[in-house]
């Protein structure tokens, strides 16, 4: 079965700091991974997705996420935040089509 | 518009009432699923939908729940008797083929209240 895990449920930091968001995963299956983003009031958007090959992805927005197969996670970053990054943020696994989602990471940027 | 579109956006309803999610998928996008977002649930799984068959019904909550697509197109989520439980934001998304690899594409979700 796919699982996912974000540690933390709300992260506040200043503008043009960088950030990391946590997300560890479990999988009995091939692993891809996906980061979406959601803004208030709309649907998710995709930032990035890791199927296979470099373990370094680059996103949508500056933003980049690496997969670690041994400590099994694929936590995202960005070097230098903006307040229009203010957004929900959600990991998730996909297996059999279905996508599974982490709790979700508040990201509150702050002048 | 080329996204995935939902209506309507904002549906309120009374308890035991019916009510009909309509989605529409990118076009051209053979694989359809649904999803709910709830302050108690997170974002859970409910159908998905591959041409007009619909391989994995596991997410369904219960008998209440149903959904059909027609013409690898358009589909529709229908919950009977509504329940307070059932308030959520109901959310689409489709893809252009079937497989774990496919990015999936949401729509801007129809926010449900069961008074």
């Known amino acids: 079965a796919q699982s996912v895990t974000q540690l933390d449920s709300q992260v506040p930091v200043f503008e043009e700091a960088p950030v990391e968001l946590r997300c560890n995963y479990s999988?009995?299956?091939?692993?891809?991974l996906f980061w979406y983003v959601q803004y208030p009031n709309q649907g998710l958007q995709l930032l990035l997705k890791?199927?296979?090959?470099?373990?370094l992805v680059k996103g949508i927005n500056g933003f980049e996420a690496e997969f670690n197969k041994s400590q099994t996670s694929f936590h995202l970053r960005k070097p230098s935040v903006h307040i229009s990054d203010t957004a929900e943020y959600f990991c998730?696994?996909?297996?059999?089509?279905?996508?599974?989602f982490g709790t979700g990471t508040r990201l509150l940027v702050s002048p | 518009g080329a996204g995935v579109s939902q209506s309507p956006s904002n549906k309120v309803t009374e308890k035991g009432k019916d009510v009909e999610l309509r989605c529409d998928p990118i076009?051209?996008?053979?694989?359809l699923y649904w999803y709910r977002q709830s302050l108690g649930q997170g974002l859970e799984f409910l159908i998905y939908f591959q041409g007009n068959s619909a391989p994995d019904k596991s997410g369904l909550p219960s008998d209440r729940f149903s959904a059909e697509r027609t013409g690898g197109s358009v589909s529709t989520l229908t919950i009977q008797r509504t329940q307070q439980e059932d308030s959520a934001v109901y959310l689409c998304?489709?893809?252009?083929?079937?497989?774990?690899?496919?990015?999936?594409?949401f729509g801007p979700g129809t926010r449900l209240l069961v008074l």
């Open positions: 999988s009995s299956v091939s692993v891809y």
């Open positions: 998730a696994v996909v297996g059999f089509q279905k996508l599974v």
């Open positions: 890791y199927l296979s090959g470099s373990t």
């Open positions: 998304a489709s893809s252009l083929g079937h497989g774990d690899q496919e990015t999936q594409y």
């Open positions: 076009s051209g996008h053979t694989a």
